[in-house]
């Protein structure tokens, strides 16, 4: 178990990336707005289960890590920031802007979430923009347009950029053009969030039942070259994944059952009674959850 040796109120994030695990977290006026919120970076030894290194970070958001370093998102002053991976700190940070007039008297970007991909950091926000940011965060190299739907996640692969749009589908950004190649649409579903794993791009999300009086149902889509096809149903309810080993895990946030899927064909390969949290990363080999008391576990495989 890992307890890091802070007042943790709520972990934002828990990714890995370059052999650490690495946590977000917030702790003190983290409620509201939370316009003056303080949180922590944290570096953790998947190996050891000991935190290496740690730093202040106002604000916090969202954490992608890449080659570079850490890129956090401060939400509130339209800003990206690029964190040096050895010692946390911030060593540079870049304004970021609309390439239109959202309202009268507001041009706030209000970056949401960060996903680095080769050559690149992407930021979106639920603005309808999608931001290209060279890695060493010096500028903005292009902005794509994206309509102004509830934005529901985005993954960067090694070919493309995928931004879920709710109801209005799955879109396919190409990172030689800078513009939207595609647009899948998955009628009658809800894309909720969007993964790389092993190759595949796969899309969680929920279709509504016909009948008003019924759930929706929970369904996990495969990304094909002529659209898309549900391949497996998920438990219901808000969920907890990551992709590592070649497989997607997942579990309801929580839940006490951790469910190990095959991302080509959306089947259940194991699964094991654990107790899921709030977020799940895989590295160092093994499979860590992020739990509302502001520990982070290891579970078995």
Not at 157 to 182: C, F, I, K, M, Q
């Amino acid at each position: 178990m890992v307890r890091a040796a802070l007042s943790v109120a709520a972990i934002y994030a828990l990714v890995s990336g370059h052999g650490s695990l690495w946590l977000l977290t917030c702790n003190r006026g983290c409620s509201g707005e939370a316009r003056q919120a303080v949180g922590h970076v944290l570096r953790v030894d998947p190996r050891t289960a000991r935190v290496l290194k740690s730093s202040v970070l106002p604000r916090p958001q969202a954490i992608a890590v890449g080659s570079h370093g850490v890129y956090a998102l401060d939400f509130w002053r339209d800003r990206i920031r690029l964190l040096d991976s050895r010692t946390l700190h911030v060593v540079r940070s870049l304004k970021l802007k609309l390439p239109f007039r959202f309202s009268a008297h507001d041009n706030a970007f209000l970056p949401f979430a960060v996903a680095v991909g080769p050559g690149a950091v992407w930021v979106a926000t639920d603005r309808g923009v999608l931001a290209r940011v060279d890695l060493r965060v010096t500028r903005v190299v292009a902005t794509v347009r994206l309509p102004f739907d509830a934005f529901g996640g985005m993954a960067a692969g090694p070919h493309a950029v995928w931004v879920a749009e709710s109801l209005a589908g799955l879109y396919r950004v190409d990172p030689r053009t800078n513009r939207v190649a595609a647009r899948i649409r998955m009628e009658g579903f809800d894309a909720e969030q969007v993964v790389v794993c092993d190759g595949k791009v796969l899309v969680l999300g929920a279709a509504a039942s016909v009948q008003r009086d019924l759930p929706n149902r929970e369904y996990l889509v495969r990304v094909l070259r002529d659209g898309a096809k549900r391949i497996g149903r998920l438990p219901s309810g808000p969920l907890a994944y990551t992709c590592g080993a070649g497989s997607l895990w997942l579990g309801q946030q929580g839940g006490s059952r951790l469910e190990r899927i095959d991302p080509a064909n959306g089947r259940v390969v194991a699964q094991r009674r654990a107790k899921i949290g709030t977020a799940l990363a895989y590295a160092g080999g093994k499979l860590w959850t992020a739990r509302p008391d502001g520990a982070v576990r290891q579970l078995g495989m």
